[in-house]
């Protein structure tokens, strides 16, 4: 895989440059071609990522799903924290979180709460990647090549997902 996003904040799916969608999307049209030939490689073998959110919902079993197909475990957590958490109790929670995983996808967490967990945590924190309404879900309608919209979208995530652990 090509592109490293490790450094991009939370809402810089927004503001990725041409360079940066058109790696993302030969990394997940790698990944594409490689399930269509049935030779999908464990690739996050040994990565451990939270799942920080209330329901499992659709967008908790595209992200579950993304991940483990590439040989990660993914753990469910149903967040304690809220717009109301003082600043101490995110940063402790952050940083346990931190330790805990290799990455963390927040889904249905008010932004400014995600950004700080962020800064805290000390790995990348994903900020509802596995939305339907995320940016990425819009990288998958450009993926085409007769696969399913979900699928793209989960070949997406999954470049997304390798990209950020590289």
């Given at each position: 895989?090509?592109?490293?996003?490790?450094?991009?904040?939370?809402?810089?799916?927004?503001?990725?440059?041409?360079?940066?969608?058109?790696?993302?999307?030969?990394?997940?049209?790698?990944?594409?071609?490689?399930?269509?030939?049935?030779?999908?490689?464990?690739?996050?073998?040994?990565?451990?990522?939270?799942?920080?959110?209330?329901?499992?919902?659709?967008?908790?079993?595209?992200?579950?799903?993304?991940?483990?197909?590439?040989?990660?475990?993914?753990?469910?957590?149903?967040?304690?924290?809220?717009?109301?958490?003082?600043?101490?109790?995110?940063?402790?929670t952050?940083?346990?979180?931190?330790?805990?995983?290799?990455?963390?996808?927040?889904?249905?967490?008010?932004?400014?709460?995600?950004?700080?967990?962020?800064?805290?945590?000390?790995?990348?924190?994903?900020?509802?990647?596995?939305?339907?309404?995320?940016?990425?879900?819009?990288?998958a309608?450009?993926?085409?090549?007769?696969?399913?919209?979900?699928?793209?979208?989960?070949?997406?995530?999954?470049?997304?997902?390798?990209?950020?652990?590289?």
């Open positions: 895989m090509q592109l490293t996003l490790k450094q991009l904040s939370i809402s810089a799916f927004d503001q990725m440059s041409p360079r940066e969608v058109s790696a993302l999307l030969v990394d997940a049209r790698a990944l594409q071609r490689a399930a269509a030939a049935g030779h999908t490689q464990p690739l996050l073998r040994g990565k451990n990522f939270g799942l920080l959110c209330e329901a499992d919902d659709v967008d908790a079993a595209l992200f579950r799903s993304a991940a483990m197909e590439m040989g990660a475990r993914v753990a469910h957590i149903r967040p304690s924290l809220s717009e109301l958490s003082t600043p101490q109790e995110v940063r402790r952050a940083r346990m979180l931190g330790r805990l995983y290799d990455a963390v996808e927040c889904q249905g967490m008010v932004r400014a709460l995600v950004q700080q967990v962020s800064n805290d945590a000390g790995v990348p924190i994903y900020d509802g990647i596995a939305s339907k309404n995320h940016p990425t879900a819009r990288l309608e450009l993926l085409g090549n007769g696969t399913s919209p979900a699928d793209n979208r989960r070949f997406v995530l999954q470049a997304v997902l390798l990209s950020t652990m590289g």
